[in-house]
């Protein structure tokens, strides 16, 4: 009679409990595996379109002196809905405007587009309000209504004799004969405006 296969491991007659978890664990991990990059790909959302978005005016970085500005542009689909700088703009077969209030200096305004169905589209532009005040041409004017103007303009004007005290006895109003700083000087709000005025030019 032959003896009894030994339960040893490393015998071939008989598995040990080691290596029969393993055989199960290999199967286990590839299953795994599996399903993970399964998931991995399933997860992934399906593109939805996005709401097409242009601006066409103003461009970006414009300087102006303006209290305001006209923003517009182009939006596709034609029923989606705009909101510059926070405000629902008109929006009539894909055009869209909106007029936005500009602060002094710097301005970021912002332009958004949503529609029912797409991803949101969003833009933005700078614009920069510039305060100076641009002097007008005033030679020649009456001095009075020459202040008047100035003053109208948020600046500080003086008035500066050109003439001597013999031409001042001429009748008559006087006149502008130049500006300083000269006409078409951008100069700060409140600057003071010298305005040389005389009989006669």
């Known amino acids: 009679m032959s003896a009894p296969l030994s339960a040893s491991p490393g015998t071939p007659g008989e598995r040990s409990p080691a290596a029969s978890l393993e055989g199960v664990r290999r199967p286990a991990l590839l299953l795994a595996a599996l399903v993970v990059s399964a998931c991995g790909a399933d997860a992934r959302p399906a593109t939805t379109p996005r709401v097409q978005l242009e601006l066409s005016s103003p461009g970006d970085g414009r300087q102006l002196r303006a209290a305001s500005i006209e923003v517009s542009g182009t939006v596709t689909p034609g029923g989606a809905q705009v909101r510059v700088a926070g405000a629902a703009a008109r929006v009539d077969g894909g055009s869209f405007t909106a007029t ?31 305060m100076r005040v641009e002097l007008p041409v005033l030679a020649g004017h009456d001095g009075d209504e020459a202040l008047a103007r100035l003053k109208a303009l948020g600046l500080e004007p003086r008035e500066q004799r050109g003439d ?10 006087d006149e502008v004969c130049a500006l300083k700083p000269p006409a078409g000087t951008l100069v700060q709000p409140q600057s003071r405006v010298t ?3 005389a009989r006669s030019c």
Not at 111 to 118: D, I, K
Not at 164 to 173: M, N
Request: zero cysteines; charged letters at 25%; hydrophobic letters at 50%.
């Open 195 to 197: 305005l040389i005025v």
């Open 164 to 173: 001597s005290w013999i031409d001042r006895l001429i009748p008559g109003p």
């Open 100 to 130: 936005v209030a500009l602060q002094p200096g710097g301005n970021v305004i912002d332009v958004t587009a949503t529609a029912e169905g797409r991803r949101p589209a969003a833009d933005a532009l700078r614009v920069v309000r510039d």
